[in-house]
């Protein structure tokens, strides 16, 4: 009978263990924005393009229009 106090006070204090590092984390800030890092995988990079290399596309096209 005497294991069963021994094993019920160690869970005691491993559940306010994790009751305390869990209070400690949402003070913190971990869990303010849950639902962005769910979703931010699903939405494409925008790929940036340099004016100059738009221009250059652009001129490419106008002398391949010109030589057919």
């Given at each position: 009978?005497?294991?069963?106090?021994?094993?019920?006070s160690i869970s005691v204090v491993v559940a306010?263990?994790?009751?305390?590092?869990?209070?400690k984390s949402v003070k913190s800030?971990?869990?303010?924005?849950?639902?962005t890092p769910s979703?931010?995988?699903l939405f494409d990079?925008?790929?940036?393009?340099s004016p100059r290399k738009s221009e250059d596309k652009k001129n490419n096209n106008?002398?391949?229009e010109n030589q057919i």
């Open positions: 009978m005497s294991v069963i106090y021994f094993l019920i306010g263990i994790f009751l305390y590092l869990f209070i800030g971990q869990f303010d924005d849950a639902y979703v931010r995988m990079d925008e790929v940036k393009v106008k002398q391949k």
